[in-house]
């Protein structure tokens, strides 16, 4: 489950904990200030959660605006959504508009891969550049490889996985 923490812009009041939108709007309307006016305006902080769903409110810009649209993404998303949430607008350009509606939509190819030498490897293995007879396979200068696929490919890592995207 994950936990936010409202923290007031209003240095004379108390911030508060949540986990959902319906505990917020009830702590945010008995929230007051050291003089008594209701506080309006927080900063929402991520507490406690899963890695991915750490990586997820950064890609998403978490406020005061759009918790209660990042918490039903990060309990109704699997992880691929997430990572291609992550991908599509922290990296490819996408904005949250184009991409929240549906994570799957996005053309993006992935690969959990350490390096772009171990990507070239798993390409040559797996006959992308056609059938190369035993005998040729140590003359396969797999760094050039990688450079030439670096120019296309890109590299990121979210939750401590390492990833190797291609943004169609």
Not at 59 to 78: P, V
Request: hydrophobic share 35%; with cysteine.
């Amino acid at each position: 489950m994950i936990k936010l923490h409202a923290q007031p812009y209003d240095i004379s009041a108390n911030g508060f904990y949540f986990e959902t939108a319906e505990e917020f709007q009830t702590k945010f309307k008995d929230n007051k200030n050291d003089y008594g006016d209701p506080v309006e305006e927080y900063e929402i902080q991520f507490i406690d959660g899963e890695d991915i769903d750490v990586d997820l409110q950064k890609a998403w810009g978490l406020n005061q605006a759009n918790y209660a649209d990042y918490l039903d993404a990060a309990s109704d998303w699997d992880e691929d959504q997430k990572i291609r949430y992550i991908i599509a607008v922290g990296e490819c350009g996408y904005s949250h508009d184009q991409v929240a509606g549906n994570p799957d939509q996005i053309d993006i190819t992935l690969y959990e891969c350490d390096s772009m030498k171990e990507l070239t490897e798993q390409f040559v293995d797996e006959g992308l550049y056609g059938d190369i007879p035993k005998s040729l396979e140590f003359y396969i200068d797999y760094e050039a490889i990688a450079r030439d696929l670096s120019i296309e490919y890109s590299q990121t890592t979210i939750a401590g996985t390492h990833y190797i995207f291609l943004c169609a």
